[in-house]
């Protein structure tokens, strides 16, 4: 019997990528805030920015970093 791969599998059933479906899923998030009313915890939560001195060594990535690569992805241009 031979081997078959995951992403052959996948492919072969139709089943979409993980990662596409979770980019799908933050960017239908990211209507969902914006769509919010402005004092709503979801929008202040999305334009809050933390005061002081970030920790040495590589910054962790943000939601926000996420969301503005899912967009580029997407094709849609932030202003």
Not at 36 to 45: N, T
């Amino acid at each position: 019997m031979d081997r078959n791969r995951n992403d052959v599998i996948g492919q072969k059933f139709g089943v979409a990528p993980i990662a596409d479906k979770m980019r799908e899923a933050r960017l239908r998030w990211y209507g969902h805030v914006l769509r919010g009313k402005e004092d709503s915890v979801r929008k202040i939560g999305l334009k809050f920015e933390v005061v002081g001195k970030r920790p040495r060594g590589r910054p962790k990535q943000r939601w926000s970093d996420t969301l503005h690569m899912d967009l580029k992805v997407a094709g849609v241009h932030l202003i």
